[in-house]
Each structure stands twice: as C-alpha cells, then as structure tokens.
C-alpha cells in the first residue's frame, strides 16, 4: 500500500506539474486530485520540493536505465545513436517546459541536477559520434558542434509552441526532426563509403 500511494502521488503531482508548473500546484489540490488528505502526502514526503525532486528522479532512473544499453562493448554506434535519440525525445516530453522553468527559478539544486545529467548524456552521444567518426561510418565533423545542435534544437523544438498551431504535436515534430538528423547521419555515411569505392 505504501508503494502505491507513493507511486499514485508522483504520477498525478508529476501530471500536475506538467499542466501547470511547480508555482502552480499546492499540496491541498493534490491532495483534492488524489482523494487523500494532506496529511497522508506528508507520510510520504516532507514537501512539494520533496515530491518535485522524487518527480525528477524518476525521470532521470529511467533514462539511465536506458542509457545503460548503449555502454555494452561492441554495440553498433549507429544502432545507438539512433535508440539513444528515441529515447531522449521520450524523456524531452516527460517534463514539460513549464516545470522546468520553473524548476529553474525555484528549485535551482533540482534544476542544477537534472541538467547536470543531461549533459553527461549528451556526452555519451558526442562519445558515439565519435565511434562512429573513428569506424569511417560518418563523415569527419565537429562533433562537439553536433551534439549541442542537437541538445539546443530538442531544447527549442520541447519548449515551442507554434507547431500546434499549425496542427501539429510535439512529438510528431520531434520524430520528423530526429528523423531528419538520422538520415544526416546515414548521408554522411553513404557519402563516405562512396569516396573510399
């Protein structure tokens, strides 16, 4: 049971957070949202930072958990690449702009945390790249530029809002976008089998 309710309180403070940014949830509208009272939330968590940074997280869990696939010796840079890019558009929509701007004005060690992981994510793609430059797979160029194109483009493309106004979700967007940054990657591959035929 306690499992439960634990799990139960971050899935709905998670979705809250989501729609309305950590200013705008209080603990007594979770609480109203979950059927329980306030008190039974503080059995669990001390607070709203507390809930917001287990909210995190988990995200952060999941991700790594994922990343651990691509750490296996010999695994295809390109095969991994392109799974670790799924998996990050998956995790870019798992909290919304809103929470983390806000996460960033009022949670600044939050915030500070999970861009620190980010960013040795991000590494771990600039080191694929690399891989794959080393095995004549892609073209030689500069992947630190690459990657932070990259991060900078999901960044942007996460936090804007104009593709649904004309008709179009976000992860559509970043399908098209990831998509379109693969098949860059199979060019240059193409490209660079050709010149050494």
Request: with cysteine.
């Amino acid at each position: 049971m306690e499992h439960s309710n634990r799990r139960r309180i971050l899935q709905v403070a998670h979705n809250m957070f989501n729609a309305r940014g950590y200013r705008g949830v209080t603990i007594k509208e979770l609480a109203d949202q979950l059927g329980m009272s306030k008190k039974t939330i503080y059995q669990y968590y001390s607070g709203k930072e507390d809930i917001a940074a287990a909210v995190v997280e988990v995200c952060i869990k999941r991700l790594d958990e994922i990343a651990k696939i691509f750490d296996e010796p010999g695994i295809d840079p390109q095969f991994a690449i392109k799974e670790m890019l799924m998996h990050l558009k998956k995790e870019s929509l798992r909290l919304s702009p809103l929470f983390i701007m806000d996460m960033e004005k009022y949670l600044p060690q939050l915030a500070n945390r999970y861009n620190e992981f980010r960013n040795e994510k991000k590494q771990r793609v600039s080191e694929l790249l690399k891989e794959a430059q080393h095995m004549d797979l892609i073209q030689d160029m500069p992947i630190p530029l690459v990657t932070e194109i990259l991060a900078v483009c999901l960044k942007a493309l996460v936090q804007s809002d104009s593709f649904s106004k004309l008709g179009f979700s976000t992860p559509y967007v970043l399908d098209v976008f990831l998509d379109i940054f693969g098949k860059g990657i199979e060019a240059s591959s193409s490209e660079n089998s050709s010149k050494k035929a």
